[in-house]
């Protein structure tokens, strides 16, 4: 159960669900690209998108698993346009091979998600990015992973999330490229996430069927600002609760989200 239900100027809150605040939208002939769209919240927002009349470009580390989620949302909803495609974001080759296999679709790309129209790029990040490190990212670090601190390296990542958005929206906008891109904190919700670390799992488990979201409503704010008009030119901005919000101030630092831009270029490109 959400206990937290104050609206926001939206019209909706925390409770609200990814049905409830795309109800009456009509988003035939857009293509989202959704990454771990095979299960959690990723997967809650490529049904709904699929019930909005969104082609839906599922990139999944796990095919298998990803036909299956494929399957689940044409059954209930006969129709959708669904593509399954491998993608390890860990591996650049693999993107590479993804971004060669979506070009041989043949399709726009309207709407990235890493869940005359606008395209959008939402990414998903977290209120976590708040518990990070006091420098915010750690480049020394980044290629030796045994020596981050799990939790804070996860808050760090989500940092990250909102950087890139920040920065990403600036270049576009200087390029004069009409794509918007903000970054949205979907809330704290009972997934998968944390199945490798057993009494974490196990804490969120027990206790979060009382303080956390559902998936259906964790995936509210990333289809809010995927589809709805009201965004349309708003980029560069922080989501939650389908509401616009407020970020750490390391967040807003243009200073580190144009270096964490440059160091993240140099790596995608050796």
Request: one cysteine or more; proline letters at 3%.
């Amino acid at each position: 159960m959400w206990w937290f239900n104050r609206k926001g100027p939206s019209g909706f809150s925390g409770a609200s669900t990814a049905e409830e605040v795309t109800a009456g939208v009509d988003a035939r002939g857009l293509v989202a690209v959704i990454t771990g769209a095979s299960s959690g919240i990723g997967l809650e927002t490529a049904r709904v998108m699929a019930l909005r009349g969104v082609r839906v470009v599922m990139a999944v580390r796990n095919v298998a698993a990803g036909h299956r989620a494929s399957e689940a949302i044409r059954a209930e909803i006969p129709g959708a346009g669904i593509h399954v495609l491998e993608m390890d974001l860990s591996s650049m080759d693999s993107v590479r091979r993804f971004a060669t296999e979506f070009e041989a679709l043949n399709l726009p790309l309207n709407i990235l998600i890493e869940t005359g129209v606008e395209g959008r790029i939402i990414n998903v990040s977290s209120s976590a990015h708040f518990v990070t490190y006091p420098k915010g990212i750690c480049f020394d670090k980044v290629k030796e992973p045994s020596r981050f601190i799990s939790l804070i390296a996860y808050g760090q990542s989500k940092l990250a999330n909102i950087l890139h958005s920040t920065e990403l929206s600036r270049v576009l906008k200087e390029d004069g490229v009409n794509i918007s891109a903000n970054a949205v904190h979907p809330g704290v919700v009972t997934t998968n996430l944390f199945r490798h670390r057993t009494i974490i799992n196990a804490l969120v488990k027990s206790i979060g069927r009382f303080v956390h979201k559902t998936v259906e409503q964790g995936a509210a704010t990333t289809c809010y600002v995927a589809l709805h008009s009201q965004f349309t030119g708003i980029s560069g901005k922080y989501f939650s609760n389908c509401n616009l919000d407020t970020p750490s101030s390391q967040a807003s630092n243009a200073e580190l989200a144009n270096k964490l831009w440059e160091f993240s270029s140099k790596i995608v490109s050796s």
